[in-house]
């Protein structure tokens, strides 16, 4: 059993560094610790102005997504053993802007998520005092997996297509579109999309389905983007057939 | 300086947060309101609520009956006014949510799925799976995107509350992507800011659960209510704090101590079935619980770990399909983060700190004694949780006392004046502290973590599960020195972008005065109630502290305490029965 573990640590200062170094620590190892508490060591002992974004350490919150020795992992549910003996590499998620050390701008991000009108949308709305929509589990199941989405954005590190071109609306976003077309009390999916069927939208999605294999918590992004194209493929199609047929 | 103005503005982007940000603009759809979070409201803590949400909705169930288990869960302390009008709301509130498209769990028809759950007589707690708060959050933050009148100011700290004139007119906040200092004014402002849990060395709360908005009050000179009640939840997971939801319980495991016996049965909780009965065993109280295993723990039953006594929960009984449909999530963490599976094995738990019944102290319609200021949510104490809150309560509490904020803000905001001029004044006096205070400050020799660590140890050793006249004083005396250390405190780190070691060392600082706070109060009850249980004295005492605490902070640091007493509307106090 080893006693410590390097890691190599992503530093950016803006106000000091033009481009982002690496710093080494040697921290205790434990069987018990996540790469984040590693971090959380780091930052409580060594050095102070490391800069990282965490709050459940329970796989729950979506804040602490960083790349670990090349591939985007959430920090608190990856632990130290994995990688005996080291060095461990952490690094901010790939293809976001650095904002400093290993946090990331995400507003690109966040406006993803609203473009996609993820709420209830209904032409009527049934009064409170008629009581719940009913909805039976099977009809839950339906969207029930990609409501599961907590918003950590490994899916967009993970994904070339999103690399190449930020344009492109991404996996996480449209597993939230989906999430919302499929729940029987929604009435929104024209709508949506309309809004998705631009080039942007789905067709930059090439099926590599790394999105999927990245989520760490069973999404299938990749899942709702299929459904999504052939929706949107037939949609198109039929709106050749019979113009007046939608709407 | 960034100088923006709105009508009512959000202190927080939790489950409060978000439902008191869509009741004023339902209210009035004109009014420019802010929010204002550290960090992106989904990230809230609201996320990690995972059992579920009390409402009546069942034909077999009434109002009376969940008042009635609130009020003796909380060992007599909650105002019954309160209690009433929340389990009133309570119903529609979740309906609502429903509607807005929450994914809660059903029956076989379609309609409504409820669960029992700990102190509760009857099923009525309401769950999506065992991630209801995580449901909860994100359906509350997807909708509030529809409204164009909130403006969100994600990941931006304030630092404190701007008051002219004896009201409240604003905040000043720090944008953590630039450093730069605002001065966000608004008519009203609602603080929404969550618990406190990491005063405590061992508690279940985020990173974020500094008791923020309990010390921007306290310090603009707003009475704290019922400081001294900290609820430890029986079952966390050892090292780590993780919750195992008391669903876990609800759906049938058991409390089984090193002999693999149900200890719960020798400390008046009922005697064990095979299957879970309510108000009964691992369905009574948490502080029972949690007393349970200190006692237990005393003789000699718990089991040794490196990361502390233990007793163990098992739920292999229920089978792979219930675990798997309905605690899924249970079975991740334990999977995850305990490398046990929790079909095959017993999960080993002990009490951590995991809820603040205390905090800012208002009336039934989320108002503070300061003029303006509204408080909801965890940060807030109604009271409607007394000494004790019943799981299952809080989520829905966010709801009642979130969507009463927000519209007793907006109905304020509607016919009041600007803000004045010389809060802003004031806002630049507030920048120029963090510049001298921290952000060039280059003298100090105290890290962070050390006071950080002692302060947690303190109020453990003083303020834990049991608590001594004689512990607690000392507790406080060590707290006061931390406070003159602090003063005292090394900042590294200089720099504008994203400076994480400056929000760790305000929020150090507003730990500190929530964790005096807690050890002033629980000094003074000289009675043992609920969560607040005093080996010195180990009766109720409803002749001089069926009354609330309310702790007001002093011109020179020191705090001051007042009694106020509990409103009793239709249930005289009795004694708590649980297991009959
Ligand atoms: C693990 C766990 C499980 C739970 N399970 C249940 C359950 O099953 N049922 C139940 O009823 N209750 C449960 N609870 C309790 C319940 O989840 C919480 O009481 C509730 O979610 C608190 O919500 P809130 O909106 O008050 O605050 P939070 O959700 O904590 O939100 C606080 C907000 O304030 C913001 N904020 C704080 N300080 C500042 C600052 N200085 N500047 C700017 N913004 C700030 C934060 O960014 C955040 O947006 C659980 C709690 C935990 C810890
Ligand atoms: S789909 Fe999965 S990987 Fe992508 S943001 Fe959601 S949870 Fe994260
Ligand atoms: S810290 Fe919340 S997901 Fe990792």
């Known amino acids: 059993m080893i006693d410590t573990i390097t890691l190599e640590v992503a530093r950016y200062r803006p106000e000091q560094e033009t481009e982002p170094t690496f710093e080494r620590f040697e921290v205790p190892f434990n069987k018990d610790w996540v790469v984040l508490d590693a971090l959380n060591y780091i930052k409580d002992r060594l050095d102070g102005s490391l800069s990282y974004r965490w709050s459940c350490r329970m796989g729950v919150c979506g804040s602490c997504g960083m790349m670990v020795n090349g591939e985007p992992k959430l920090t608190c549910a990856t632990f130290l053993s994995k990688y005996v003996p080291g060095p461990i590499r952490v690094e901010p998620l790939r293809y976001f802007p650095v904002v400093r050390d290993l946090a990331v701008e995400m507003t690109d991000f966040m406006d993803k998520l609203k473009s996609v009108k993820p709420w209830i949308i209904r032409q009527e709305e049934r009064p409170l005092s008629e009581g719940e929509y009913l909805q039976t589990p099977v009809q839950l199941d339906n969207y029930k997996q990609f409501s599961m989405c ?11 297509v999103y690399g190449l071109d930020h344009h492109f609306i991404g996996p996480a976003a449209l597993a939230l579109a989906q999430r919302y077309n499929m729940d ?19 067709w930059g999605c090439t099926f590599v389905g790394e999105c999927t294999k990245a989520c760490p918590k069973n999404v299938d992004p990749a899942g709702a983007i299929q459904q999504y194209k052939l929706k949107a493929a037939t949609e198109w199609f039929k709106s050749f057939l019979m113009p007046w047929g939608r709407k | 300086m960034d100088i923006s103005s709105h009508d009512v503005l959000l202190v927080g982007g939790g489950g409060a947060g978000l439902r008191a940000a869509i009741a004023v ?8 309101v802010a929010v204002v979070s550290k960090v992106y409201p989904m990230r809230s803590h609201t996320v990690s609520a995972e059992g579920g949400a009390a409402a009546v909705i069942k034909s077999n169930d009434s109002l009376d009956e969940h008042a009635y288990d609130t009020v003796s869960g909380g060992d007599w302390m909650s105002d019954q006014d ?5 389990v009133k709301e309570a119903p529609e509130e979740m309906l609502r949510l429903e509607h807005w498209g929450c994914p809660w769990s059903r029956e076989p028809d379609g309609h409504i799925a409820v669960r029992p759950f700990g102190g509760m007589k009857k099923e009525r707690t309401w769950f999506a799976a065992d991630k209801t708060g995580f449901h909860m959050l994100h359906t509350l933050f997807q909708t509030s995107l529809k409204y164009n009148a909130i403006t969100r100011y994600d990941e931006f700290f304030v630092t404190k509350l701007l008051v002219d004139g004896g009201r409240v007119q604003g905040v000043v906040a720090i944008e953590l992507m630039s450093g730069k200092i605002h001065a966000i004014l608004a008519k009203a402002v609602i603080l929404c800011t969550g618990g406190c849990g990491r005063v405590f060395p061992f508690t279940t709360n985020a990173n974020i659960k500094n008791g923020d908005g309990m010390a921007l009050a306290y310090r603009a000179g707003v009475p704290l209510k019922d400081m001294e009640f900290v609820q430890y939840h029986p079952t966390g997971l050892p090292f780590t704090g ?8 609800s759906e049938g495991g058991y409390l089984l101590n090193k002999d693999g016996y149900r200890y719960l049965q020798d400390y008046n909780l009922g005697t064990p079935q095979p299957k879970p009965v309510l108000r009964s065993m691992e369905l009574g109280p948490r502080d029972r619980l949690s007393q349970a295993f200190v006692k237990e723990m005393e003789k000699g039953r718990t089991i040794d ?7 163990h929960l098992d739920i292999r009984h229920l089978g792979e399909k219930i675990i798997n449909t309905k605690l899924p999530f249970v079975r991740e963490l334990c999977l995850k983060y305990q490398n046990i599976d929790p079909i095959k094995e017993m999960i080993p738990v002990r009490p951590v700190v995991h809820y603040m019944m205390g905090g800012v102290h208002t009336d039934l319609n989320a108002a503070t004694a300061l003029t303006g200021l509204y408080a ?15 799981g299952s309560n809080s989520l829905t509490e966010l709801l009642v006392f979130g969507a009463r904020a927000g519209k007793a803000a907006a109905a ?5 004046a600007e803000p004045g001029s010389h809060v802003v004044a004031q806002a630049m006096d507030e920048q120029r502290r963090l510049e001298r205070q921290f952000l060039s400050k280059t003298d100090g020799r105290e890290s962070i973590a050390t006071i950080r660590e002692e302060m947690q140890a303190t109020i453990e050793k003083g303020a834990g599960i049991y608590r001594t006249g004689d512990l607690l004083a000392q507790a406080a005396q060590n707290l006061r020195r931390l406070q003159e250390r602090f003063q005292n405190v090394a900042i590294t780190d200089h720099s504008y972008t994203f400076n994480t070691e400056l929000t760790a060392v305000l929020e150090l600082a507003f730990m500190l005065d929530v964790a005096e706070t807690i050890v002033q109060s629980a000094l003074q009850r000289s009675e043992s109630r609920g969560a607040h249980q005093r080996t010195d004295f180990p009766k109720r005492d409803d002749e001089k502290y069926l009354a609330h605490s309310l702790i007001y902070r002093n011109e020179d640091g020191s705090s001051r305490l007042e009694y106020l007493p509990v409103t009793i509307t239709r249930w005289p106090p009795a004694e708590r029965v649980y297991g009959k």
């Open chain 2, 305 to 311: 770990t490196p990361y502390g006594p233990v007793v």
């Open chain 1, 150 to 160: 907590i918003n950590c954005m490994i899916c967009y590190a993970a994904c070339p």
């Open chain 1, 184 to 202: 029987s009390r929604d009435q929104g999916t024209d709508e949506r999309l309309d809004l998705l069927s631009q080039h942007e939208g789905i």
């Open chain 2, 82 to 86: 309160a209690v009433e009008a929340f």
């Open chain 2, 412 to 416: 304020f905001a509607s016919e009041t």
């Open chain 2, 376 to 390: 909801a949510g965890e940060v807030a104490c109604v009271s409607i949780n007394g000494a004790n809150r019943l």
């Open chain 2, 242 to 249: 993780i919750l195992i939801t008391e669903a876990a319980r």
């Open chain 2, 25 to 32: 603009s339902e209210t009035n759809p004109k009014l420019k």
